[in-house]
């Protein structure tokens, strides 16, 4: 057998289990990214959506490698602007408390016209195509995972690598 051949072999057979291994991951990147591009989990402003507690601490895991999502904080009320002269803004501050009033009372009307003055993008399109990368990678390895089933000449070490990659990820999570 040439050298060629022997490396092509090898190649082969690396790209197989590696594979396998990082499947089960591979698809819980695509279904969580997936869920992700559509907010699906966490509220947003002005909306009644609770997310479930388990696609919450599953996008947590995604990100930031860790199930505890962090408990957020309310935000404090926006300052009331108000024109009394053409050209120059007053801050009303809202009466919560005084480290908020603190802040509320320096008038910079400029971010606050900056904001509005730009023009609001729309988002779905992107939304709509990352949500069809994430379905794209998710029959890809899928695909894939039965592909290396279906053609494999080591049925046990297959199963054993797809196990490994499935549990070895769940034990770090222990750490």
Sequence with gaps: MSLSHQFLRTTRVVHLYLGVFTAPMLLFFAI????Q???????????????????????QLH???????????????????VTAIP???????SPVSSSTEAR?????????????????KNLLP???FFGLVS?????SVLSGLYM??????????????LFAGIIVPLLLLLF
């Design 135 to 139: 379905l794209g990678l998710l029959i």
């Design 87 to 93: 050209g120059a803004a007053i801050v009303m501050p």
């Design 126 to 128: 992107m939304k709509i």
């Design 37 to 59: 591009s559509f907010s699906l989990h966490e509220t947003t402003r002005g909306s009644s959506y609770t997310p479930p507690a388990w696609l919450a601490s599953m996008a």
């Design 63 to 81: 990100k930031k490698q860790t199930t505890v999502v962090p408990v957020k904080r309310p935000r404090p009320p926006e300052a009331q602007v």
């Design 104 to 120: 509320a009372t320096t008038p910079s009307s400029e971010p606050l016209e900056r904001a509005e003055a730009k023009p609001k």
């Design 32 to 35: 969580t990214g997936g869920l």
């Design 148 to 161: 290396a089933w279906r053609f494999t000449r080591k049925p046990g070490l297959f199963g054993t690598t």
